[in-house]
């Protein structure tokens, strides 16, 4: 934030101007961050308590782990950090379901994966979590299927979106970061809890938030406004989004420690990383010098795909290396 300060001062207002919205998110996402422990982390990469640092790899967290006889689900596994956890997770003998919107992609990448993994087990299934009859034929299609499920990583979303509808009339943030992944893990429920129950192994819920939980609009979440456009704010109906992840990974926590069910549920901030998630901000849509200046800086300061990973955060490695 340092230098994107230093930045901001040398191209003055016009600059300020132009990418006002994505200063909001690189600012709300900077804030809880300690500046001292990024420098050090950037600077010197020393390893942590954990034994690894924020540039180590899923691959490196996971190295050893054999986690044959799992299966994980990974949403929105065509793209970003979740075709690298779908690979990794392959990588170490998971029995990998990738859920996708666009069938094409997720066919390509489950032949790369192959490609490069030859005893990778990956199977490719349709998901559009923006549409809650997609999620409920997806949750049918893999129970009757008689798979079990160790796994299910909650991942897809999209980001700072125009205001726009879903196939079922809900603010499309809300819709497909949300209540796509509430419906399809509360569909899949009762197949995790026979899982963990026959297999005497911890199952795991995993939510992809985003430390833009902590900024939402100024209530919170609009539980009876969602739909207004003429109050929507891109940003915060993002943040919005994510509060309402993290709302549900707790109150699952809350509900399997009453009942006794042997699953955990997290949710996450993956890291700051330059993704396609940014693809609807439009201020960053062309080769505009700004933007270049903006994509060389993110180059040396965000974490890459590999860093990212699901899999490279400490709370989820718990789970794997358990296994060992």
Request: aromatic fraction near 6%; glycine fraction near 6%; hydrophobic fraction near 45%.
């Amino acid at each position: 934030m340092l230098a994107c300060s230093m930045a901001i001062a040398f191209l003055g207002s016009t600059a300020v101007r132009t990418i006002q919205e994505m200063l909001l998110a690189a600012a709300a996402a900077a804030a809880v961050l300690s500046l001292h422990a990024l420098l050090f982390m950037w600077f010197f990469n020393r390893n942590g308590s954990s034994g690894f640092s924020s540039s180590s790899t899923a691959e490196e967290v996971t190295r050893g782990v054999d986690a044959s006889g799992l299966t994980a689900i990974v949403t929105g596994a065509s793209s970003g950090i979740g075709t690298e956890t779908a690979r990794v997770l392959a990588l170490r003998g998971v029995h990998v379901i990738m859920g996708v919107r666009n069938m094409a992609s997720g066919r390509e990448v489950k032949d790369a994966m192959v490609r490069e993994i030859p005893a990778a087990k990956v199977d490719v299934m349709e998901l559009d979590l923006s549409s809650l009859a997609s999620v409920r034929k997806f949750a049918s299609d893999f129970n009757s299927s008689g798979r079990p499920l160790n796994l299910l990583i909650n991942n897809a979303g999209i980001m700072a979106t125009p205001f726009m509808l879903s196939k079922d009339n809900i603010e499309l943030q809300f819709a497909t970061n949300h209540l796509g992944h509430f419906l399809l893990t509360n569909l899949l429920l009762d197949t995790m809890k026979k899982t963990a129950r026959e297999s005497d192994i911890e199952g795991r819920i995993v939510n992809v938030s985003s430390e833009f939980h902590r900024y939402p609009y100024p209530e919170g979440i609009r539980f009876d406004n969602i739909n207004d456009q003429s109050g929507y704010k891109r940003f915060l109906a993002y943040g919005q989004s994510k509060l309402a992840n993290v709302l549900h990974a707790n109150e699952l926590t809350r509900r399997f420690k009453e009942d006794g069910v042997n699953i955990t549920a997290n949710s996450l901030h993956p890291g700051v990383i330059a993704t396609n998630l940014f693809r609807h901000n439009t201020s960053l849509a062309t080769d505009n010098p700004i933007r270049v200046f903006l994509k060389s800086l993110a180059g040396l300061v965000l974490k890459n795909v590999q860093q990212v990973s699901c899999l490279s955060s400490k709370t989820q490695l718990v789970f794997l290396v358990s296994l060992n």
